[in-house]
């Protein structure tokens, strides 16, 4: 059964550094999410990224984050300088086409997760 | 302000017994719900969505919509330990498929063997 990827699993790193969270959406789907989850809080949507552009995001993507498609398979996060509030678990998700549902269903199916841990 | 509320728990349910999940959500205009399973450490999984007034089963289980009241409801029958894990509610504010899914705090469910 496909299913989205996400490299690496664990992420270290120190503050103010940048890092790149990669993902793998499943192949023939067409939205990618970027989701974050501080330990113990609830998930919270980052961006959405629709035909090579952002289509939403969130009061929590600012600047320090951008999102890109390098090529036709990954997708990734960047936090240009990490501060220690940006430790979290990071989720990709992506979502499939309208297959014969009711506009605007759109089933998100999320990735293993990055763990994000800025010192 | 979109907000989704799930009672945090836990929920304590013998094996073998009907688990039931709740959540309310605050625009009457939502379109889409979901339901995802977490295992502690782990990504959520999707078990089912619901955009239509009335209950849509699949296996095991059940979800339940009520536009009206905003409500939204997970059924599990024949619980099994398996089971146990946090179970968050998500929801669609809007209708395009470019937008972010709004997720409640979950639901902590433990099933007693």
Known sequence: EPEVTQTPSHQVTQMGQEVILRCVPISNHLYFYWYRQILGQKVEFLVSFYNNEISEKSEIFDDQFSVERPDGSNFTLKIRSTKLEDSAMYFCASSEPNRGYPLGVYEQYFGPGTRLTVT | ?113
């Not at chain 2, 296996?59 to 409500?71: D, E, I, M, P, V």
């Not at chain 2, 099994?80 to 809007?94: G, H, K, M």
């Open chain 2, 1 to 113: 302000q979109k907000e989704v509320e799930q009672n945090s728990g836990p929920l304590s349910v013998p094996e073998g017994a009907i688990a039931s999940l709740n959540c309310t959500y605050s625009d009457r205009g939502s379109q889409s719900f979901f339901w995802y399973r977490q295992y502690s450490g782990k990504s959520p999984e999707l078990i089912m969505s619901i955009y239509s007034n009335g209950d849509k089963e699949d296996g095991r289980f059940t979800a339940q919509l009520n536009k009206a009241s905003q409500y939204v409801s997970l059924l599990i029958r024949d619980s099994q330990p398996s089971d146990s894990a946090t179970y968050l509610c998500a929801v669609l504010f809007s209708g395009g498929g470019a937008d972010g899914l709004t997720f409640g705090k979950g639901t902590h469910l433990i099933i007693q063997p």
